[in-house]
């Protein structure tokens, strides 16, 4: 019953964070290009979205649902651990498009981080809880890491 909450409390949380289709204007940039302090580049195309903003909350749903030892599932921690990495490639890709120079320390985080994961995508994640507990916190420096880059991107 919790594992069957915890899919349904995911997919909530991500329909919750989608715009209608219908109730876009289309004329309009993107939520994203239009912030300040946005990571568009002046000559960039209009319809320019990234694609780490919109993963960040599923994983953070994930993180909620494993921080539960109940939710501590093989299943919950196999999703987490696949969502991290697609989220890690989404940063880096997001990072790359704009031209975003490193001191090396994102992209060691990054790498540091799923090296700590271990396996490849699709394997089964076996973190103990321990392990858990501190690759949460890791993810979430690396996303406010990536967060702070973008908006100090030209």
Same mark, same amino acid.
């Given at each position: 019953? &919790?594992?069957?909450?915890?899919? @349904?409390?995911?997919?909530?949380? @991500? ?5 209608? !289709?219908?109730? #876009? ?15 568009? !580049? ?6 320019? %979205?990234?694609?780490?903003?919109? !993963? ?13 030892? &109940?939710?501590?599932?093989?299943? +919950?921690?196999?999703?987490?651990? +696949? ?5 890690? +490639?989404?940063? %880096?890709?997001?990072?790359? #498009? ?6 090396? %320390? ?8 799923? #090296? ?39």
């Amino acid at each position: 019953m &919790s594992r069957s909450f915890g899919w @349904l409390f995911l997919i909530l949380a @991500l329909s919750g964070c989608r715009e209608a !289709l219908s109730d #876009r204007d289309h004329t309009r940039r993107p939520d994203v290009a239009n912030r300040t302090g946005s990571a568009e !580049l002046s000559d960039s195309e209009p319809g320019v %979205e990234f694609e780490a903003p919109r !993963l960040i909350p599923a994983v953070r749903a994930q993180m909620a649902t494993i921080a539960e030892p &109940s939710g501590r599932t093989e299943e +919950n921690l196999t999703a987490f651990k +696949n969502g991290v990495g697609t989220l890690v +490639n989404a940063m %880096e890709a997001d990072l790359n #498009r704009m031209g975003v120079t490193d001191t090396g %320390e994102f992209w060691s985080r990054s790498d540091s981080l799923m #090296r700590e994961f271990g396996s490849g995508a699709g394997t089964v994640a076996a973190l103990p809880a321990r392990k858990v507990d501190q690759l949460i916190p890791q993810v979430e420096q690396l996303v406010a890491m990536y967060q702070e880059r973008m908006r100090a991107a030209p």
